[in-house]
């Protein structure tokens, strides 16, 4: 991720902590550093970490700082469609949510860790007394799905098509055409979009990744405006998707504004 694309309240936050210094890396998070449900980033500088995290519908972000001596132990831990920072300090455990797809962009950090506790020792530098923190013991339980992502969206975009008890044959097309006429994953769309509800697919999707979220959100608002509107209704579930998988305001409402003016086609016949 780019330094530039960090919130600013987060930019100015670091530009009181460490002005005119630029980050070894930079990542956004799917969830707090608490483990608990929300947006984050992580900023590695030269000599620390500062982790940024906000619950959902919270305005303020939490703060931690931690100087890579700190740090007791730092690694990725991989599952099947995630990635964690599994990390240590202070005798408190982090496992921090993040797209596997951004890996290489934390691993400045990794390095930077790793030569700075091998060329420091215990006794040369005493640890700090660190900041009170909520207590973390353990990320909570991730929910095991039962359907692929691909599924997933098939199944959502059913959803949405038909959010006005009829489906268009643009938006019968335009599922098709997503999956390339793939009948094996229509077919468990389908199966799956008769007997489960819209919720429930939501909480499929829930444990995807950052890019993962993103690609889903766009193709949801762009089979809702496929058929020339894009109703209030379908607003409202595309936004209950959003807030699911971690996704803010800004990144559901700069989806939309491209695709609205993507669909606009009519702009091109005005004289």
């Not at 530039?4 to 550093?33: I, N, Y």
């Not at 982790?51 to 972000?61: K, P, V």
């Not at 690694?75 to 920072?85: A, P």
């Not at 951004?102 to 530098?125: A, C, G, R, Y």
């Amino acid at each position: 991720m780019n330094f530039l694309f960090l919130p600013d309240k987060v930019k100015k936050e670091l530009g009181t902590q460490t002005p005119d210094k630029q980050p070894l890396a930079v990542l956004r998070t799917s969830a707090c550093f608490d483990g608990s449900p929300g947006e984050g980033y992580i900023i590695a500088m030269e000599d620390r970490t500062f982790l940024f995290s906000r619950s959902i519908g919270e305005d303020n972000y939490r703060k931690l700082e931690i100087p890579y001596p700190e740090i007791s132990s730092l690694s990725i831990k991989k599952e099947k469609f995630e990635s964690f920072i599994d990390m240590a300090s202070g005798g408190t455990k982090y496992l921090i949510k993040f797209s596997g797809f951004e890996e290489k962009d934390i691993m400045p950090m990794l390095e930077k860790w790793s030569s700075v506790t091998q060329n420091t020792s215990p006794e040369k530098t005493p640890p700090k007394q660190p900041e009170p923190i909520p207590s973390v013991q353990e990320a909570p339980p991730l929910r095991t799905p039962t359907i692929s992502p691909p599924v997933g969206l098939a199944a959502a975009l059913m959803f949405l098509a038909t959010a006005d008890n009829k489906i268009a044959q643009c938006e019968d097309d335009y599922i098709r055409k997503t999956f390339c006429d793939n009948d094996e994953i229509l077919k468990a769309g389908l199966e799956y979009y008769k007997s489960h509800s819209y919720d429930e697919v939501i909480a499929e999707l829930s444990g995807l990744d950052h890019q993962q979220a993103l690609c889903v959100l766009a193709n949801m608002t762009e089979l809702s405006m496929s058929d020339g509107t894009f109703s209030s209704r379908q607003q409202k579930m595309i936004w209950k998707f959003a807030q699911a998988v971690n996704l803010t305001h800004d990144e559901y409402q700069t989806v939309k504004d491209v695709l609205l003016l993507k669909n606009q086609l009519v702009v091109l016949y005005n004289k």
